[in-house]
C-alpha cells in the first residue's frame, strides 16, 4: 500500500517536470480588462539549447485572432500589448453592457469581495470597537437615568457605526488603490522587460552593422594600400624605363655624332689628299693639265659627295635626336598619367 503512493507521487512529479519543459510562445493576441490579463499565442518553443537567456517569442509569422500577419518578436509584442489595452479602453462600454447581461455571476462575485473586505476592516478594528461598547456599557452603568444612558448608548453607537464606516471607506480606498497600483506595476515590469529586451536586440543588430562597416572600412583600406604600392610600383617602373630611354638616347646621339665625326674626318683627309695629289700633278706635269683638271674635278666632286655623305649623317643625328626627345616626352606624359591614377586612388581611399 505504501508503494503506491510513492510511484504516483513520481508520475506527478514527472508530469510537473514535462510542464516546465515545455515553453510556449507569449506573444499577446488578447486582452482581458477586467483581470487585466493578456491571452498568449501558446505556439509550442523549441527547447532551451546551452546556458542562454531563453526566448518568450518564437519569431515566426502567424496570423492573429484579428486576422492580421505579424511576426511573433519581443518588439512587437511591446507595441502588440499597448494596442490592445488601447483597444480594450475603447470598447469598454461594450464589455460593460455584454458583463451586464450576467448580473448573477456578478453579484455573487461583487458579495465576495464585499464580505472579504468587512472581514477585514471588522478584524482590524474590532479592538476599537470592544474599548468603544465598554465605554458605553460603563457610562450606562453610571448613569442614572436609563433613558439617557440608552440615548447616550444610542448616540455612542452611532459614533462608533459612523467610524466604522468611514473606516471601512477608507479601507475601501486603500484596497482599490493598492489592486490598481499592483496592477500598474506588474504592467510597468512587463513594459520595462519587453523595451529591455527590444533594446538588447536593437544593441545586437547595431552592433552587427558595425561590425560589418569595419569589416568592410578595413578591407576598402587594404584594397587602397594596395592601389597605392601597385601604382608605386608602377612609378618606379616608369621612372626606371625613362631613365633607361634617355640613356640609350644618349648612346646613340654619341653613337651618331662619333659616326659623323668619323666621316667628315675621313672625307676631308680624303679630300685634302686628292687636292695635294692634283697639285702635285699640275706641278709635275703641266702639260698634263687635262688631267690635272680631270684630276681636280674629280677632287671637287669626291668633296661634294664627303659634304653630301656629312649633311646626310647630319640629318641622321637630328632625326635620333627628335626620336630621343619624342620618347622621352611619351615616357614623361605617361608618368604624369600615372601620378593621375595614384591621386585619384588615393582619393577614393580616404
Known amino acids: 500500500m505504501s508503494d503506491q503512493p510513492e510511484s504516483a507521487g513520481h508520475g506527478t512529479s514527472a508530469s510537473a517536470d514535462q ?4 515553453r510556449v510562445c507569449k ?14 499565442a501558446g505556439h509550442p518553443l523549441p ?9 518568450d517569442y518564437c519569431g515566426e509569422q502567424h496570423v492573429d485572432p484579428d486576422g492580421v500577419l505579424r511576426v511573433h518578436s519581443r518588439a512587437n509584442a511591446f507595441q502588440r500589448k499597448r494596442e490592445l489595452k488601447l483597444e480594450a479602453a475603447e470598447s469598454g462600454a461594450s464589455q460593460r453592457r455584454r458583463s451586464a447581461g450576467r448580473p448573477v455571476t456578478s453579484a455573487r462575485a461583487t458579495l465576495a469581495d464585499l464580505l472579504a473586505r468587512w472581514e477585514m476592516v471588522t478584524t482590524a478594528h474590532r479592538d476599537q470597537l470592544i474599548s468603544i461598547v465598554e465605554a458605553a456599557q460603563q457610562v450606562v452603568a453610571t448613569a442614572g437615568d436609563p433613558d439617557a444612558a440608552a440615548a447616550e448608548v444610542a448616540a455612542v453607537r452611532r459614533e462608533a457605526k459612523a467610524e466604522v464606516d468611514a473606516a471601512t471607506t477608507r479601507a475601501d480606498e486603500a484596497e482599490d488603490d493598492a489592486r490598481t497600483a499592483r496592477r500598474e506595476l506588474a504592467a510597468a515590469l512587463e513594459d520595462k522587460t519587453l523595451a529591455e529586451g527590444a533594446a538588447e536586440d536593437a544593441i545586437a543588430d547595431r552592433d552587427a552593422k558595425v561590425a560589418a562597416a569595419e569589416a568592410d ?5 587594404a584594397a587602397a594600400e594596395a592601389a597605392e604600392a601597385r601604382a608605386e610600383q608602377i612609378q618606379i617602373q ?10 640609350q ?4 646621339v654619341e653613337s651618331v655624332r662619333a659616326e659623323a665625326a668619323a666621316t667628315i674626318e675621313s672625307a676631308e683627309s680624303a679630300a685634302a689628299e686628292q687636292i695635294r695629289a692634283a697639285e702635285q700633278a699640275r706641278r709635275e706635269a703641266e702639260s698634263a ?3 690635272a683638271e680631270s684630276a681636280q674635278a674629280a677632287a671637287e666632286q669626291a668633296a661634294t659627295d664627303a659634304r653630301s655623305d656629312a649633311d646626310r649623317v647630319r640629318d641622321q643625328l637630328d632625326r635620333a ?10 615616357s614623361r606624359a605617361e608618368i604624369t598619367a600615372l601620378r593621375e591614377e595614384l591621386a585619384s586612388v588615393r582619393s577614393e581611399a580616404r
Not at 506573444?27 to 498568449?40: A, H, K, L, N
Not at 638616347?249 to 646613340?252: D, H, K, Q, S
Not at 635626336?321 to 611619351?330: H, L, M, P
Request: no cysteine.
Open 19 to 22: 510542464r516546465a519543459d515545455l
Open 27 to 40: 506573444f499577446p493576441v488578447g486582452y482581458d480588462p477586467e483581470t487585466e490579463e493578456f491571452e498568449e
Open 47 to 55: 527547447p532551451v539549447e546551452g546556458r542562454g537567456r531563453p526566448v
Open 217 to 221: 572600412a578595413t578591407a576598402a583600406r
Open 238 to 247: 616608369a621612372q626606371q624605363q625613362i631613365a633607361a630611354a634617355e640613356q
Open 249 to 252: 638616347a644618349r648612346e646613340l
Open 289 to 291: 693639265q687635262h688631267r
Open 321 to 330: 635626336v627628335a626620336d630621343a626627345r619624342s620618347q622621352a616626352e611619351a
